[in-house]
């Protein structure tokens, strides 16, 4: 099927359920590293709090490439970081 990722699936706004946007991927994305919690995102996209998790931590859409101006270091603090 020409419609299909590359690796064989509908992906994104080409799976039929799909309720987002890739706007509204960016927009999460960017709430989420701004500290904005998973409930407030998912009440104001109408999503489950898994799914704004999954998208925020990068787990699903990540077909999407990272916007320009987001860094790989993470401002959250690793476990061993948080020990003293």
């Known amino acids: 099927m020409k419609n299909r990722s590359p690796r064989?699936?509908?992906?994104?706004v080409k799976h039929g359920r799909a309720v987002l946007l890739p706007e509204n991927i960016?927009?999460?994305?960017r709430?989420?590293?701004?500290?904005m919690t998973r409930i407030?995102?998912?009440e104001k996209f109408?999503?489950?709090r898994?799914?704004?998790?999954?998208?925020?931590?990068?787990?699903?859409?990540?077909?999407l490439p990272e916007?320009?101006?987001?860094?790989?270091?993470?401002?959250k603090m690793s476990y061993?970081?948080?020990l003293p």
């Open 67 to 75: 916007r320009k101006g987001r860094s790989n270091n993470s401002t």
């Open 46 to 48: 109408g999503i489950s």
């Open 8 to 12: 064989g699936r509908n992906a994104g």
């Open 40 to 42: 407030k995102i998912a």
């Open 31 to 35: 709430l989420a590293d701004e500290g």
């Open 50 to 63: 898994g799914h704004a998790g999954d998208i925020a931590g990068r787990r699903s859409w990540k077909h």
């Open 80 to 82: 061993e970081e948080t």
């Open 26 to 29: 960016y927009e999460i994305r």
